[in-house]
């Protein structure tokens, strides 16, 4: 080989390095990693299959309500705080808009499309509702077929589990009936 081919070869290697570098250490990320907590959420599937953008259920991801005498606490995007209940389920402990000032060993997840209103006129309570960036759900495409006919009916209860990283980043493990 002369030197051409040989220095050709070294950089197509490394472009192919560089290439591969960030997805690979996404996965190795998501599955080795010690720094998350696995977060059932309950949620019902209200889209079962949509022939145009593939095999995937559309979620109703609950809690997707916040209370909060705080008026004007976050706007559009912030942070739901969560931690698990007794039975394993996440719930909401608060919303908030840095996620730099979080304490550590509390894991957030950014959410969005955040609204309020007062709960009733009587009291100053306010009501944020939310929707969590995992309320699609693809599905492997062998085991599809056989879970679409199972959830052919709106409304089917299920839980999603969610691995939550201390970085805010997140990865759905799985999907089972509740």
């Known amino acids: 080989m002369n030197k051409n081919k040989i220095l050709l070869l070294v950089l197509y290697t490394l472009a192919l390095a560089a ?41 109703q991801v609950t809690p997707d ?22 039975k394993g389920f996440a719930e909401v402990l608060r919303l908030t808009a840095d996620f730099s000032q979080l304490p550590k060993g509390e894991y957030a997840v950014k959410v969005n499309s955040i609204y309020s ?15 969590w960036p995992f309320n699609r759900f693809y599905l492997n495409e062998l085991k599809a077929p056989e879970l679409e006919k199972e959830l052919r009916r709106r409304n089917t209860p299920m839980i999603l589990k969610v691995k939550i ?3 805010g980043s997140f990865a759905v493990t799985g999907m089972e009936k509740h």
């Open 19 to 59: 290439i591969l570098y960030y997805p690979v250490s996404k996965i190795v990320k998501f599955e080795v990693s010690p720094d998350y907590e696995e977060f059932k959420f309950k949620a019902t599937v209200y889209d079962p299959y949509d022939p145009m953008r593939g095999r995937y259920v559309q979620l």
């Open 65 to 86: 309500i916040w209370e909060s005498a705080d008026r004007d606490l976050v706007r559009h995007t912030g942070y739901a705080v969560i931690r698990k209940d007794s």
């Open 165 to 167: 990283f201390n970085d």
């Open 117 to 131: 209103h007062c709960k009733n006129e009587k009291s100053n309570i306010m009501e944020y509702h939310f929707t």
